[in-house]
């Protein structure tokens, strides 16, 4: 039987005054990759920042494996197997791929060694000793991406690592997320791209204004086209 790795209930959260997501309810099981779509603005990547509480305030329930996380700092949210890779990346420039790939912590057992992360992103690999402004978009991301598997992370939170590159490199991110899933990752990820997440992920929720809308599995994307056109004009 599947094991529920995330239930969200009931969650809120505010950026100041603003509030930005509005009883959110969602679940993912383990070893599902599951996609979450929606407009600029919809409440996407506050979900994810809201699950290892990078928003302000935070209500309702964040339950990771089983605990509730809802008023725990970042830290110890990491420290329950969750990793979050934002879109903006956050490579150190002035460090070399090697060291962003050596400077977080280990938070899990079973993180991948450097060796297995090369094996996985070949491209660190060639470029270990040279420093993060020198690395392209695609490189980048590959990094932001490994460092999260070498802290033993089970959960990854992916927010948009497909934007702005070339269609080569997001083919190559594409065989990393069916690697990771096939080795038994969990992935929520926040894609803009429709193209690139459609085939990847089990199941969908679909966001409006802070809320979900609607939700359905891979098998049952086919028969939603119309209701994604309305939510997303894809």
């Not at 599951?34 to 809201?50: D, I, P, S, Y």
């Not at 065989?175 to 089990?202: C, S």
Request: net charge neutral; with cysteine.
């Amino acid at each position: 039987m599947t094991k529920e790795l995330l239930r969200i209930e009931d969650l809120h959260a505010w950026y100041g005054e603003s509030h930005i997501l509005h009883g959110v309810n969602l679940a993912v099981q383990q070893g599902e990759v599951v996609c979450l779509l929606g407009r600029n603005g919809a409440g996407r990547t506050t979900t994810l920042r809201a699950i290892v509480g990078l928003t302000g305030t935070r209500k309702g329930s964040v339950r990771i494996n089983g605990e509730e996380a809802i008023r725990l700092p970042p830290h110890k949210v990491a420290r329950l197997g969750v990793g979050y890779c934002p879109e903006e990346r956050g490579i150190f420039a002035s460090l070399s791929a090697e060291e962003n790939l050596m400077l977080p912590p280990v938070i899990a057992a079973g993180g991948m060694s450097v060796d297995d992360i090369y094996a996985m992103f070949p491209n660190l690999k060639e470029r270990a000793a040279s420093p993060g402004t020198r690395l392209s978009g695609g490189e980048q991301q590959m990094l932001a991406v490994a460092r999260i598997l070498r802290t033993g992370a089970r959960l990854l939170l992916l927010d948009e690592i497909s934007e702005g590159l070339a269609p080569v490199i997001v083919q190559k991110l594409a065989e990393m997320i069916r690697a990771l899933k096939a080795r038994g990752y969990t992935i929520v990820l926040v894609e803009q791209n429709f193209r690139f997440a459609a085939p990847l992920a089990d199941r969908f929720y679909v966001m409006e204004h802070g809320r979900i809308v609607q939700q359905f599995a891979q098998a049952e994307l086919q028969g939603n086209t119309a209701m994604l056109q309305e939510y997303l004009g894809v």
